[in-house]
């Protein structure tokens, strides 16, 4: 089970770096992952 989390949070941190890195603002960054989040439940 620790494992699969540690991969979910992997994947979150990769794609907040992906969202930053195409020049979104790391407080709209956040807001991105939230609004993912709500598709991947």
């Known amino acids: 089970m ?3 989390c ?3 949070n992997k994947f979150w941190q ?3 770096k992906t969202v930053i890195d ?3 603002s790391g ?3 956040i807001y991105h992952i ?3 989040k ?3 439940a």
């Open 22 to 24: 195409s020049g979104v």
């Open 14 to 16: 990769k794609f907040q």
């Open 34 to 36: 939230k609004w993912a």
């Open 2 to 4: 620790t494992q699969k």
């Open 38 to 40: 709500k598709f991947a």
């Open 6 to 8: 540690d991969d979910i």
């Open 27 to 29: 407080a709209m960054a």
